[in-house]
């Protein structure tokens, strides 16, 4: 059952294409424009300049370690919300809960919504490496190796920042419930996903307190990936910074899983 209500959102999804745009394609399309005009502006600033070598493993690891911004969680969150809380704009519940459970069914969005995110981290890892190839074919600059483990980096880096758009996911889908609404929980979520990215540039040691902020823990882990030391030369607490980070997913998704059982849906 769980299986068939996935490709049913999935369908769902794939029907409405503003959704798609707006929350899957529109941040690597963008972040393709902004390369290759500050490539052009950088360009046209520094005339007679040598190329510049071109590191394009390197351009991908950095585009997926900034993926979980609070400009690309907007968009993550006008997908999730979409996704999550549109069955309560068109009042569309009471159709299909009698087909299947509400876990199953709330369970189905999630899912949908983890693999549209993933494409679009994908995606924009992909548009990083295009501007490289841009800069690279109009500047003459040479293509260099990685150097450090490109394997490791990219999918670490991607998994952490998947992770951390996942709970912001979670959050809206917990927001749509309470409020019923696809704004409140865009809104929520954008409030969430702005506040915790400032508290956490102004923390600078790994306390308790500020690994339970997701975008510390975030920011930690993908540190720890990507420098062999840190600035103190002690370990890093990354496994707790990584259980902070499930926590969250898993707990938001469990609150929203238990009130949605619980909920009247008689009139949506």
């Keep these: 059952m769980l299986a068939d209500a996935i490709s049913a959102e999935r369908f769902r999804l794939l029907k409405d294409r503003g959704t798609l745009f707006w929350g899957v394609l529109f941040a690597p399309i963008a972040g393709l424009a902004l390369n290759i005009g500050g490539e052009l502006f950088a360009r046209s600033l520094m005339k007679g300049a040598p190329p510049i070598p071109v590191d394009l493993v390197g351009r991908m690891v950095k585009a997926l370690a900034d993926g979980a911004s609070p400009v690309v969680g907007l968009f993550v969150l006008i997908l999730s919300t979409a996704v999550l809380a549109g069955d309560y704009r068109w009042e569309t519940w009471r159709l299909l809960t009698p087909r299947n459970g509400r876990v199953n069914l709330l369970l189905a969005k999630l899912a949908t919504v983890a693999g549209a995110v993933a494409i679009s981290l994908v ?25 450090g483990s490109a394997g490791v980096d990219l999918l670490g880096t991607f998994a952490i920042s998947w992770l951390q758009l996942m709970v912001l996911a979670a ?17 929520v979520g954008l409030v969430f996903a702005a506040v915790q990215s400032i508290v956490a540039s102004q923390l600078h040691e790994p306390s308790l307190k500020a690994l339970a902020i997701p975008a510390f823990s975030g920011d930690l882990l993908k540190t720890v990936l990507l420098t062999p030391r840190s600035v103190v030369d002690e370990p890093a607490p990354w496994a707790l910074a990584l259980g902070f980070l499930a926590a969250w997913l898993a707990g938001l998704t469990a609150a929203a899983l238990a009130l949605f059982q619980r909920q009247d849906l008689t009139r949506e």
């Design 123 to 147: 995606l924009y890892a992909l548009a990083a490496a295009l501007g490289g190839l841009f800069s690279a074919a109009t500047s003459g600059g040479a293509l260099v190796a990685y150097r």
């Design 171 to 187: 959050l809206s889908a917990l927001v749509g419930v309470v409020t019923r609404s696809t704004m409140g929980a865009l809104i």
